[in-house]
């Protein structure tokens, strides 16, 4: 079953513009990580935040975590029209193994 | 290699056929997970191994689901018997020991069941 729920479920913005995605998840967790995924290819890692941290950047990727209410941001600035993908927050519960649950992921259109 | 290499790219099978699915992960890496993402959003866990041990299970639908990890090997996915159902893209993923740069995944295998 899908832990995480994401919103919105699509998004479509300017290029230059920033995007935002919000992931909400139902167990405690170890980390949590967010995924691109293009249309038919893989998953792609772009960035892990573990439950102790509460903020991490990674170039235009600003990524939040606050785990007393089980949410997690996703920010990408400056969007640009490759940024065009889908994107999915995966969670490791605690207890859970090291296995991904994955949210229902956001689907992000850059327009030129 | 630094990617996870997953054959073949597409299979279609027959109600009733089998079908085999394979996962080369990266070298070095202790743990392999595969995933079914149907409908394009909703990813599924299956299985994972650490080296060739079953680790976690708990996603296998076991009566016509098996999974592979043996040394010297790429793993496999066998599905027995295949079902409309299990049309999907079939994902491989590695990951070191610890997880904490995230997961390698594969570009999938495309099943289609007719």
């Known amino acids: 079953s899908q832990q995480g729920e994401e919103d919105p479920q699509a998004l479509s913005i300017q290029e230059g513009e920033n995007a935002t995605m919000n992931c909400s998840y139902k167990?405690?967790?170890?980390?949590l990580q967010w995924y691109r995924q293009n249309s038919g290819r893989g998953l792609v890692h772009l960035i892990l935040i573990r439950s102790n941290e509460r903020e991490k950047h990674s170039g235009r990727l600003r990524v939040t975590l606050d785990t007393s209410k089980k949410s997690s941001s996703l920010l990408i600035t400056a969007s640009r029209a490759a940024d065009t993908a889908s994107y999915f927050c995966a969670t490791a519960s605690t207890g859970g193994g090291n296995k991904l649950t994955f949210g229902t992921g956001t689907q992000l259109k850059v327009e030129l | 290699g630094e990617e996870v290499a997953q054959t073949p790219k597409h299979l279609v099978r027959g109600e009733g056929q089998k079908a085999k699915l394979y996962c080369a992960p990266i070298k070095g890496h202790s743990y392999v997970f595969w995933y079914q993402q149907v409908l394009k959003n909703e990813f599924k866990f299956l299985i994972s191994?650490?080296?060739?041990?079953?680790?976690?299970e708990t996603g296998m639908p076991k009566e016509r689901f098996s999974a592979k990890c043996l040394p010297n090997s790429p793993c496999s996915l066998e599905i027995q018997a295949t079902k409309l159902e299990d049309s999907a893209v079939y994902f491989c993923?590695?990951?070191?020991?610890?997880?904490?740069?995230?997961?390698?995944f594969g570009s999938g295998t495309r099943l289609t069941v007719v």
């Open positions: 191994f650490q080296n060739e041990n079953v680790f976690d």
């Open positions: 167990t405690s967790i170890n980390n």
């Open positions: 993923a590695s990951s070191q020991w610890t997880g904490s740069n995230g997961y390698t």
